[in-house]
């Protein structure tokens, strides 16, 4: 998982694991299906493994494959109720798609904890539906559908997306969000099926923080390299953005308002670079990934660079580069590359996401609003434009980024969520 391009939410199982360290009143057990264990000394459990891993797989595939999971996962645990009680252990799903049927796992006995990275209601309605309604309106015509019994023939994408999040509301004990934006998405979403005050009190918001360790001598002599390599010099303006390549981050906007900026003619006689740092997504990934790259074939004067995936050596230096760091995503339910470029000392320039509004002082940064997609290019490039104007401003920018990144380490989190799992049987 270092090395394969799964998104934040693979990300944050991963360190958990490695952050929990069991002692001799409890174990842990890790169900997953990739190749290799997490973690060196970790009881792992391999169900539902994919040939080449799940980054290339489509829409449909990838639905097939959360059912195979879900199944596995399951029976799994079922068949296991001797060995795992369900009276002194504790399920912790990361993530809602890709996780056991919690019904049955609840009917069972067995206290469960959801990890939630995405609300897919919401993020469905954003890149497919075009926020064509309020996620909260769309839940209740799914209850009314599901009242009725015609969500049975539904796709099973659909099901996927309503119905295992519905599930996931009335069978955790405890709800963990990375931001109060998510949490209060879900209360008018599920208020209705589970009491909102009953669901406030079962959801935890936890932001994950970072987890990047501090730069070390080797890295500035790569970025150095990087510099020569990239022939940037003193009066270069270089921008980062670092992301899976997919429709939800928003690359395409950013793409598009430095074409405005270029048009307009407001970047005459300036050296700018952008480096487009991730690997495509699975599902719509590679579509998405050839139309950033005809977009970025447009610019004159901004010089793009695809840099691909890197992994935290490489990252390490290339934070090292940038004088400034941009979010563009249409939809983030947390945004650890934020935290992580905060951590780096970087400002930010970002889209006014989920979990952004309770991570990115003022001081640290600039948030966008985007009214819609449509309207985001013209606000993008104006703040652009007023940020690139002023780099002493951005260096202290930068200064009180990495001042609040320190006060947000991921072990607290982990901590945090380790808590919630043990408090459901208190």
């Known amino acids: 998982m270092d090395r394969t391009p799964l998104g934040g939410g693979a990300m944050v199982g991963l360190q958990l694991v490695r952050h929990w360290r069991p002692d001799a009143s409890w174990r842990l057990v890790v169900l997953g299906s990739g190749p290799e264990t997490p973690s060196s000394g970790l009881k792992y459990v391999r169900l539902a493994g994919q040939d080449g891993g799940i980054v290339d797989l489509s829409e449909l595939r990838y639905a097939r494959f959360c059912r195979e999971f879900e199944a596995a996962t399951t029976e799994w645990i079922l068949s296991r109720r001797g060995e795992f009680k369900p009276e002194e252990t504790a399920i912790v ?20 904890l959801s990890i939630w990275h995405v609300d897919v209601v919401d993020y469905f309605n954003k890149l497919y539906l075009r926020r064509f309604l309020a996620p909260e309106k769309l839940t209740r015509i799914h209850e009314r559908l599901r009242c009725l019994g015609v969500d049975q023939v539904l796709p099973d994408v659909l099901n996927l997306v309503f119905d295992k999040q519905r599930e996931t509301v009335v069978h955790s004990r405890r709800l963990v969000v990375p931001s109060t934006a998510m949490a209060d998405t879900i209360v008018r979403c599920y208020g209705g099926i589970a009491g909102e005050a009953e669901l406030r009190r079962r959801i935890a918001v936890i932001p994950w923080g970072v987890w990047a360790s501090d730069p070390t001598p080797a890295d500035a002599n790569r970025a150095d390299e990087l510099r020569d390599y990239h022939e940037i010099g003193s009066d270069t303006f270089v921008l980062m953005t670092l992301s899976r ?5 928003g690359i395409h906007l950013l793409l598009e308002a430095l074409r405005l900026l270029e048009v307009n003619d407001k970047l005459a006689g300036q050296d700018v670079r952008l480096f487009i740092c991730g690997e495509p997504a699975f599902m719509m990934g590679q579509s998405y990934h050839k139309k950033v790259r005809q977009v970025a074939a447009r610019l004159k004067q901004v010089k793009v660079i695809f840099v691909g995936y890197l992994d935290a050596e490489a990252k390490r230096a290339y934070f090292r580069l940038p004088h400034l760091f941009v979010s563009p995503s249409i939809h983030e339910s947390y945004g650890l590359n934020v ?12 889209s006014d996401h989920y979990g952004v509004r309770d991570t990115l002082p003022a001081d640290a940064g600039r948030l966008v609003h985007y009214p819609s997609p449509g309207k985001a290019p013209p606000l993008l490039a104006a703040a652009l434009l007023e940020m690139m104007s002023d780099r002493e401003r951005l260096k202290k920018m930068g200064t009180a980024a990495r001042a609040a990144a320190q006060d947000m380490p991921f072990s607290s989190a982990a901590d945090a969520v380790g808590a919630a799992a043990r408090g459901m049987f208190s």
């Open 93 to 112: 799903v990361n993530d809602i798609s890709e996780g056991p049927t919690l019904g049955e796992l609840a009917r069972a006995g067995y206290r469960i």
């Open 245 to 249: 390549i997919s429709p939800e981050k």
């Open 339 to 350: 935290v992580e470029a905060m951590h780096a000392g970087l400002p930010i320039l970002a």
